[in-house]
């Protein structure tokens, strides 16, 4: 579910009244029917699929030997790589964010916001968006595999070229909500950011 999943947790429990221990069963109930449905229908390469046909598996492998084991793993032109280092600095960056995301943003809100905890709505809002820049994300991995598939031929260097870069100019979209604005009365929020709604944090 990612970013969807506190949403869903408080309107379980807050608005339909389950307890933690009923959610507890309903997603691992759901994860376990993931798990068999993935199991049945997917395969390790698209030509296993038993609904392909011999036309698709011509198109999906033309020209490609059988698969077979490999004489060792090439570690010096894995590490000799510029763009498996650039890969590694990307991620580094991203994880770093990511972790944050996932574990401090939640308690950072409701810290910052104390008012917003004292009904079902409210909390409900900061569910949402707490796991806003989780939904971005999902978002964005959507719109690269769109992307990446309308351009195919032109080869990997053009193929990641827009992708990148928009999906994390649009971190920056959209500004901080009204609530989440310094409070000139009463102070309140004034240490306040919302790393991955406003300013590009990601």
């Known amino acids: 579910m990612g970013g969807l999943t506190p949403?869903?947790?408080?309107?379980?429990?807050?608005?339909?009244?389950?307890?933690?221990?009923e959610n507890l069963y309903l997603f691992a109930g759901v994860a376990l029917g993931w798990c068999v449905l993935f199991a049945w229908w997917f395969r390790n390469r698209p030509d296993e699929h038993p609904a392909v046909n011999a036309a698709e598996r011509d198109l999906i492998t033309p020209g490609k030997a059988a698969p077979s084991g490999h004489d060792g793993?090439?570690?010096?032109?894995?590490?000799?790589?510029?763009?498996?280092?650039?890969?590694?600095?990307m991620y580094m960056v991203t994880n770093f964010n990511w972790y944050f995301l996932l574990y401090n943003l939640p308690g950072m809100l409701k810290e910052q916001f104390?008012?917003?905890?004292?009904?079902?709505?409210?909390?409900l809002l900061l569910a949402l968006v707490g796991g806003g820049p989780l939904l971005i994300g999902m978002l964005g991995c959507i719109?690269?595999?769109?992307?990446?598939?309308?351009?195919?031929?032109a080869g990997p260097a053009t193929a990641s070229g827009p992708g990148g870069p928009t999906a994390w100019r649009a971190t920056d979209w959209p500004p901080s909500p009204t609530w989440a604005r310094p409070d000139p009365a009463s102070g309140a929020g004034q240490d306040a950011t919302v790393p991955g709604v406003r300013g590009g944090a990601l």
Do not use: H
């Not at 090439?74 to 000799?80: C, D, K, S």
């Not at 104390?114 to 909390?123: F, V, W």
């Open 143 to 153: 719109t690269g595999g769109i992307l990446t598939d309308r351009y195919p031929s």
């Open 114 to 123: 104390p008012q917003l905890g004292k009904t079902r709505e409210d909390q």
């Open 7 to 21: 949403a869903l947790w408080v309107v379980l429990t807050l608005y339909l009244g389950m307890t933690w221990r």
């Open 73 to 89: 793993v090439p570690w010096g032109r894995i590490f000799g790589s510029r763009n498996v280092g650039f890969l590694c600095l």
